[in-house]
């Protein structure tokens, strides 16, 4: 995995930089400066228009994925295949954008109710969704050419740095809430920009498009598996916003805006995959093309595994912190009433990032057609029990949905991936890792009967015990962690990782 090893970490990298960014946006600025309801309304904005940016792009992302190893030709600029990418989702956001206006009334009629802030600004969703589409066209390109990191920085970190701007001026009053809605538009347009300079600066794609080198068969397999892709996109991307819309629809924007915090603290699990997935789809792709089944279900195995040691972990610090994480942001006391919110929805990002994989192989297989099924049952399962839940339990009743939703989707997906493929994703390292996280949760429990409330009370003020508590609590069952995985071998990977470290330290030691 020497490539998507070196691409994974520093994707990572530009990851979790934009986390400190946005940790520092949400958690310091966003809480203290802005309303639950303004929140709230930033959150909806860029869920629908994330909705119509996914559903214009006719299936862009995935079908790039499965056809570029039939244009990749390096002497003749992959043969157009970059004008193709651009072209189609243009045609997509312009049908797409036409049904937006058509159901432009029932959506606000829907929202009115509890959410009339959101009605004031429906049209913004139009042309954010227009940047935020061609930031993911020209970001899957750089990815089918192996270069993701600073696509990854224009994402993680351009916008989010551009953002914390834009928050500070509407925080000292020099842009109106109008200016700020604007404002957020305009990131993402100068991302996109950001994004087709870099990738033009690689002098490996052309807008030239060649109809000519388009075979009958390979525009006729393109045609149907792109209007299987428009109706897989209408289930599978409404489900990731559908939190969102039922919250803020059914409990209003603050309650929202509540949720939105929760949603961004669960959100912390899932970064390790958005590199490891980006740069693994392509060896997938080209795996199931060339029909090695071996090496795909190697890799799907190795991906599975390290998504899951490393959300875990990072859902377990999580955890152990949660208490102090609402103690420090301002105004934590409206939005620590999410804190079981963030408990499920990580789960749920664990579920989704280890396990996506398989999904991943079944849409560049040639049975990627059940895809579609599974994803209406996905959907109509979440929307169902959204209906249900939110009645009884508000904002978790909806991440419930998200999780039951998750947990029936893959049930069926992996037994399907396994017994016409013969790939799974599963090993019994899985269960060791199981064994081991569920032993650390214990651990921390009883760190938290027996330790926790002595350290806090060593010191009159009590935010102090309060920090050294977690810090005590983190490092102890972080170090025990590693050394029972690092002890048993799970990971030859994270092995070598640890060894490289220690090595160095051992050197520096010397010297």
Same mark, same amino acid.
Request: charged fraction near 15%; hydrophobic fraction near 55%; include cysteine.
């Given at each position: ?370 895809? %579609?099924?599974?994803? *209406?049952? /996905? +959907? &109509?399962?979440?929307?169902? $029990?959204? =209906?249900?839940?939110?009645? @009884? ?14 947990? %029936?989707?893959?049930? *069926?997906? /992996? +037994? &399907?991936?396994?017994?016409? $493929?013969? =790939?799974?994703?599963?090993? @019994? ?83």
């Amino acid at each position: 995995m020497g490539v998507v090893a070196r691409q994974t970490i520093k994707g990572s990298i530009m990851n979790y930089l934009g986390v400190l960014v946005g940790f520092f946006t949400t958690f310091f600025i966003v809480t203290k400066y802005l309303s639950t309801e303004e929140v709230g309304l930033t959150r909806v904005l860029v869920d629908a228009s994330i909705l119509l940016s996914s559903l214009a792009q006719l299936g862009t992302s995935t079908s790039a994925m499965r056809y570029y190893p039939y244009f990749k030709d390096e002497n003749e600029r992959d043969h157009g295949f970059f004008g193709w990418s651009v072209l189609i989702p243009l045609l997509g956001f312009t049908v797409f954008t036409i049904l937006f206006l058509f159901f432009k009334q029932p959506i606000e009629n829907y929202f009115s109710k509890n959410s009339e802030l959101f009605v004031n600004y429906v049209y913004f969703v139009i042309p954010m969704a227009f940047f935020m589409m061609y930031l993911t066209v020209f970001e899957t390109n750089s990815n089918l050419l192996l270069r993701i990191v600073i696509p990854k920085f224009i994402r993680e970190v351009g916008i989010r740095l551009m953002t914390m701007i834009v928050y500070l001026l509407f925080a000292f009053d020099v842009i109106s809430l109008d200016g700020m809605v604007i404002a957020l538009c305009m990131t993402y347009g100068i991302a996109t920009l950001l994004n087709i300079i870099y990738l033009f600066s690689l002098k490996k794609v052309s807008f030239k498009i060649q109809p000519a080198f388009v075979s009958k068969w390979l525009r006729k397999d393109f045609i149907f598996y792109t209007l299987f892709l428009i109706a897989t996109s209408l289930a599978s991307n409404l489900l990731p916003v559908l939190n969102t819309f039922f919250v803020s629809g059914e409990l209003g924007l603050a309650v929202a805006g509540i949720n939105t915090i929760a949603v961004y603290i669960a959100s912390i699990v899932e970064i390790p995959y958005r590199s490891l997935a980006a740069i693994s789809r392509p060896h997938i792709s080209q795996g199931m093309k060339d029909d090695n089944v071996q090496s795909v279900n190697a890799l799907v195995k190795n991906v599975s595994l390290h998504q899951f040691i490393v959300s875990t972990f990072i859902f377990l610090i999580i955890w152990i912190n949660i208490e102090l994480i609402y103690d420090i942001i301002p105004n934590g006391n409206l939005y620590v009433e999410a804190k079981w919110v963030v408990l499920i929805l990580s789960l749920v990002k664990i579920v989704n990032t280890s396990l996506n994989v398989g999904a991943t192989v079944l849409s560049y297989s040639k049975y990627y057609y059940h895809s %579609l099924l599974l994803t *209406i049952i /996905l +959907t &109509l399962s979440a929307i169902f $029990l959204n =209906i249900k839940l939110i009645p @009884l339990y508000g904002m978790e009743g909806s991440a419930m949905a998200s999780l039951l939703s998750y947990i %029936l989707y893959y049930a *069926i997906l /992996l +037994t &399907l991936v396994y017994f016409k $493929l013969k =790939i799974s994703p599963f090993s @019994l390292k899985h269960s060791y890792m199981i064994l081991i996280i569920s032993s650390l949760f214990v651990i921390n429990w009883i760190m938290r009967m027996f330790i926790s409330e002595i350290v806090i009370n060593l010191f009159d003020i009590k935010m102090i015990g309060l920090i050294l508590d977690a810090m005590i609590r983190t490092l102890i069952i972080s170090f025990i962690g590693l050394y029972i995985i690092y002890k048993t071998k799970i990971s030859q990977q994270i092995n070598d990782i640890i060894d490289k470290f220690l090595s160095l330290l051992l050197r520096k030691h010397k010297i």
